[in-house]
């Protein structure tokens, strides 16, 4: 049953009640003998009927007061709703995600070509962090772009290696501790910020000019006691990123961590 077949039972429930409370109270069952009281209208009456007008008007209600506290009824719906969409597009992202993960790890199974294991390790990448953009900022009209650095143990820095969408630093190497990308992967934290330029060891690779994009979200990629690199995410709005972008990030983060791990096995 949709959601108008529900409102419509409800109005059917609503409605026999009143009328038939209403019925049993101002008629109770001792006026059939003694022809007496009725009709017997009271408070409790008019409440039953007030039950029947609610039953009544229950589609075209808008909005509730209660205890100087207003409801909006449609726009609560309307956002249960949004809420329902966005709590399934989350869990259809979870879903891919597993089953992307096997369908990758039985691929690169079935090769021992370094450059075809590279391109499908390079390949699966992108395609999840493709995923994750459409989750990383409220604003649809917000760019946003990914990065990923990975850590190169015999040069002691890390190195960017892939983005989306087209993205391409201006500095691609990092030493360890070095910016806020080498420092927050030498202590293995996460941070953020709305504005880059306030970011702990903030280094300017454009001289002078402002940077383009100023949100930024940085966090390690690891697995177990094993450090792999760094993910980065950064947004031309000078505004944080969401809790809900923050784990679809870590999300992401993890899915790296396990195809480069795989990889990597190879």
């Not at 008019?46 to 909005?63: D, E, F």
């Not at 709703?81 to 079935?110: F, H, K, P, R, T």
């Amino acid at each position: 049953m949709d959601r108008d077949g529900y409102v419509r039972a409800a109005q059917i429930v609503l409605a026999i009640a009143g009328v038939g409370g209403a019925i049993l109270h101002a008629a109770p069952l001792r006026w059939l003998t003694t022809k007496e009281n009725w009709p017997a209208l009271d408070a409790v009456d008019l409440g039953w009927v007030a039950l029947i007008a609610v039953a009544a008007l229950l589609p075209w209600i808008s909005k509730l007061t209660f205890a100087g506290v207003s409801v909006e009824i449609r726009e609560a719906k309307e956002s249960a709703d949004e809420l329902v969409d966005v709590i399934s597009d989350y869990a259809n992202l979870v879903q891919n995600w597993s089953s992307s993960l096997a369908i990758y790890v039985d691929a690169i199974g079935q090769t021992s070509d370094e450059t075809v294991l590279a391109e499908r390790l390079r390949n699966y990448i992108r395609d999840r962090m493709g995923e994750a953009l459409d989750f990383l900022s409220d604003d649809p009209k917000d760019k946003v772009r990914i990065g990923l650095w990975i850590f190169i143990p015999d040069k002691d820095l890390l190195e960017f290696r892939f983005g989306v969408p087209n993205f391409t630093p201006t500095k691609a190497t990092y030493a360890i501790r070095e910016g806020m990308i080498g420092q927050a992967f030498d202590e293995q934290r996460r941070f953020m910020e709305s504005d880059v330029r306030r970011a702990p060891n903030y280094i300017n690779t454009r001289g002078r000019k402002k940077p383009p994009y100023r949100a930024v979200w940085c966090g390690p990629v690891s697995l177990g006691q094993e450090k792999i690199g760094m993910l980065t995410l950064d947004k031309k709005s000078a505004t944080l990123f969401s809790h809900d972008a923050e784990e679809v990030a870590r999300g992401l983060a993890a899915q790296c961590a396990l195809a480069i791990d795989q990889y990597r096995s190879r």
